[in-house]
C-alpha cells in the first residue's frame, strides 16, 4: 500500500474540514495565552487552499504538488506566527515528496522534513510549549512505525496517536517561544493551539490514509 496524490487531496479537504469545526476552541485556546487568532487564521488558510484547488484546471500529479500549494496559499494567507510555520513545514515536505507514490519510509520522510521546517523557521526545541511539541514525538513515532514494518498508514497512524499525546502535554509546559511566551509562568495550564491544530491536522492525514 502506498500513498498517491488522491491521499494527499483527501489530507487537506479532511485536514480544512477538521480546521473549521475546531475554529472556535482553536480561537479560544490562542485567546488563553495568545491573541485569540490562531482558529481564523488557519481556518482562513485552509478555506483558501480549497478554493485554489478547485480553480486547478489540471488534477496535480504528485503529492509534493499538492503540499506545494498547501505551502504558498498557508503562507499568504494565515499570517501570524503559524503561517510562515506551516507554510514551511508544507514547502520541506513538498520537496520530499515530489513522487507520485509514498511507501512508509517516504512518508517518514515527508513527517520529518515538516518538522525540520518548522524547525528551521521557529527554533523551538520540544518542551517550549509549541507546535513542535506534537510534531516531535510523531516524528519519533513514525520512525518506530516504519521499523517495525508498519504501512504507510500505519506510520501516519502512529504519528496521530504521538501528536495528540504530545500535544496534551503541552498543558503544564511554560511557554519560551512565540506570543506565549510573554506570558511567561502564567502560559501553564493551557493547551498550546499550535500544538493541537498540528494534532488535526496529522490526525486528518492518518483518516485520510485510513480510507484509501
Ligand atoms: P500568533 O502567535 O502570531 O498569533 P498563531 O496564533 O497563528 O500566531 O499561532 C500560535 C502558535 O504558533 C502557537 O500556539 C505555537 O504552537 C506556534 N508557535 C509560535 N512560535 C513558535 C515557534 N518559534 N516555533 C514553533 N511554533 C511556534
Ligand atoms: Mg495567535
Known sequence: ???????????????????????????????????GDHGANLDRGF???????DGLEQRPAQVGDVLRLVATTLMSTVGGASGPLYGTA?????????LPDLDASATVALLEAALDG??????ASPGEKT?????????DAAVAAADNGASPAGVLAAAAVAAEAGAHATIPLVATKGRASYLGPRSAGHLDPG???????LRAAAEAAAST
Open 1 to 35: 500500500m502506498t500513498l498517491d496524490v488522491g491521499w494527499a487531496l483527501d489530507w487537506v479537504h479532511a485536514a480544512a474540514t477538521s480546521v473549521a469545526v475546531h475554529r472556535d476552541e482553536l480561537i479560544d485556546l490562542d485567546r488563553q495565552i495568545g491573541d
Open 47 to 53: 478555506t483558501a487552499v480549497l478554493a485554489r484547488l
Open 90 to 98: 508544507f514547502l520541506r515536505a513538498a520537496k520530499v515528496s515530489a
Open 118 to 123: 518548522i524547525v528551521a523557521r521557529g527554533n
Open 131 to 139: 507546535m513542535v511539541d506534537a510534531w516531535a514525538p510523531a516524528v
Open 195 to 201: 500544538a493541537r491544530s498540528s494534532e488535526l491536522i
